[in-house]
């Protein structure tokens, strides 16, 4: 499936940066997972989705979006912002019920899934069929690693992207960029010193634009985030404060 997106009227603010076969989704990337929280299903998961599609045009930032699986055709059809699915299972398709195939999600308009994250964790086996299963369809995988060490191993499948996300400060309100910054720097080496085209995002507890800001400068490109966004109580003013910390945007 195409991957192109209506023209749209010449506006006067940044332009999100265009992807590149070494960063399909673009770089710096803003990735959004509305995990699935009950407020962003259906409908609403449109309604986030347009405002975080307004906000990344306006700070000139790339940026994508993981909805739950029963949206991720629908969004992928009225947003411009690419589609991810929140998990992929890497068998074939066929004769088999109530797994995610990369073929279904090719067929949705997805760009690509989420992979191992600590919230439905693979082994190291599993991610690595699943990082081909993808590329053979033509789609981006979006690794989640623990820490530095994990990352590095998981690095082997060279997946475009790599998110680096301790566990424990997923949801809260301490960043790993900076409660841990040795983590994202770290990470950063690691998974360069194996596969130096793959992107290493930095995800957990990042709430703010000094968040995001520290995280780039730590060597990470873009920030993979969820309840910063989606249990805010302004949701737009949220992805607001987060895109202001991108380079476009200081």
Avoid at 67 to 94: E, M, Y
Avoid at 216 to 244: I, M, N
Wanted: with cysteine; hydrophobic share 45%; glycine share 10%.
């Amino acid at each position: 499936m195409g991957t192109s997106t209506p023209s749209a009227p010449a506006r006067s603010g940044p332009r999100s940066p265009p992807p590149t076969p070494d960063a399909p989704l673009g770089a710096p990337l803003f990735l959004l997972n509305l995990k699935l929280y009950e407020a962003w299903l259906g409908p609403r998961a449109e309604e986030i989705g347009r405002a975080l599609e307004g906000a990344a045009e306006h700070h000139g930032v790339a940026a994508a979006l993981a909805p739950s699986t029963p949206d991720v055709g629908r969004l992928a059809l009225t947003l411009k912002v690419p589609i991810l699915g929140q998990h992929a299972d890497f068998g074939p398709a066929g004769a088999r019920t109530g797994y995610v195939v990369p073929e279904g999600l090719r067929a949705a308009g997805a760009r690509g899934a989420l992979v191992n994250h600590s919230e439905h964790p693979l082994s190291v086996e599993e991610v690595g069929w699943t990082v081909g299963r993808l590329a053979g369809m033509g789609l981006t995988a979006v690794v989640c690693a623990k820490d530095a060490a994990h990352a590095a191993v998981l690095a082997q499948f060279r997946p475009p992207y790599l998110a680096v996300e301790p566990p424990d400060l997923i949801g809260g309100k301490r960043s790993v960029s900076t409660a841990r910054p040795e983590v994202v720097r770290d990470a950063v080496a690691a998974v360069h010193a194996v596969a130096p085209g793959t992107r290493v995002l930095c995800g957990a507890g990042v709430h703010t634009r000094e968040d995001v800001a520290l995280a780039l400068e730590l060597g990470s490109e873009g920030v993979l985030v969820a309840s910063a966004v989606t249990r805010a109580p302004d949701p737009a003013k949220a992805l607001d404060e987060l895109l202001s910390g991108y380079p476009k945007a200081r």
